[in-house]
Nanobody
Framework: QVQLVESGGGLVQPGGSLRLSCAAS????????MSWYRQAPGKEREWVAT????????MYVESVKGRFTISRDNAKSQVYLQMNSLKPEDTAVYFC??????????WGQGTQVTVSS
């Protein structure tokens, strides 16, 4: 059974940090490009960051550059999103996505991140 399970979300004050994790199972995650997306209330889902299958290449949306870091551990089938200097506008449900070069996509169920004082 294919699964992507996000964890690590929660409530944090502005300026704080959180580390999100995405655990993959049921498929060979090392063959997939992995991404994080987020969706704020009343807004469309937004791409946040992507990491290549070998972990050598990363890309970020401009609004998180210098604050967020995506990484992966293929031995553990895990992907991470380290989020520092969090802002209220980072509040959203964060989703993990796996994409194969064939076009096959898998999504997780999401984890809530709330940045508020």
């Amino acid at each position: 059974q294919v699964q992507l399970v996000e964890s690590g979300g929660g409530l944090v004050q502005p300026g704080g940090s959180l580390r999100l994790s995405c655990a993959a199972s049921g498929f060979t995650a090392s063959n997939y490009v992995m991404s994080w997306y987020r969706q704020a209330p009343g807004k469309e889902r937004e791409w946040v960051a992507t990491i290549s299958s070998d972990g050598r290449t990363t890309m970020y949306v401009e609004s998180v550059k210098g604050r967020f870091t995506i990484s992966r551990d293929n031995a553990k089938s895990q992907v991470y999103l380290q989020m520092n200097s969090l802002k209220p506008e980072d509040t959203a449900v964060y989703f993990c996505k796996a994409r194969h070069q064939s076009g096959l996509n898998y999504w997780g169920q999401g984890t809530q991140v709330t940045v508020s004082s």
